[in-house]
């Protein structure tokens, strides 16, 4: 394949993002204006992130309950390793404070003032995108954690290898 061209039935990346204006009008005109399939077609995407949202949870979860079986061993072998898991499991928390307070928020549609059709859904879509860069967030900081983490571990085994 040369460069530049497209595998056989994909299609080409978008140079860039549309904004709100024109997803805007763009889903009017996809739904034929059916406010009820628009909102849905939102709503759907809102119910994706808190998905996504309580995954990240349980991976943090996962990881404060390893701590409390492990935390002390993987400190004991080193200050280095202490200082990773430290650190690992404070932005694995911060991470999971993220997605609870920036996702998991509830902030109803219906609660906007009544207006326009096209003003719902730039709202809509508004508290979407906002909570979509905070998942972004979220999961680059349980990245991160998880990482620093995984490197005390790492520390704990090579510590244990045989002399």
Not at 57 to 82: E, M, Q
Request: aromatic share 4%; proline share 4%; glycine share 10%.
């Amino acid at each position: 394949m040369t460069a530049g061209t497209q595998p056989v039935g994909s299609l080409p990346e978008p140079a860039r993002t549309a904004t709100r204006d024109e997803e805007t009008r763009h889903l009017v005109s996809l739904y034929a204006g059916d406010a009820a399939k628009i909102m849905g077609a939102i709503e759907s995407q809102l119910s994706i992130l808190a998905a996504r949202a309580q995954t990240l949870l349980s991976l943090a979860g996962i990881t404060v309950t390893v701590t409390g079986f492990s935390g002390a061993n993987i400190a004991r072998s080193g200050r280095v390793a202490a200082m990773l898991l430290v650190s690992g499991l404070g932005v694995v928390l911060v991470s999971a404070a993220v997605a609870m307070v920036g996702i998991l928020h509830v902030r109803w549609v219906t609660s906007l003032p009544p207006c326009s059709l096209e003003l719902t859904i730039q709202n809509a879509l508004e508290i979407r995108d906002t909570k979509t860069r905070r998942f972004s967030a979220a999961l680059t900081l349980l990245v991160v954690g998880l990482t620093l983490y995984g490197a005390s571990v790492g520390l704990l085994l090579l510590g244990s290898l045989p002399k």
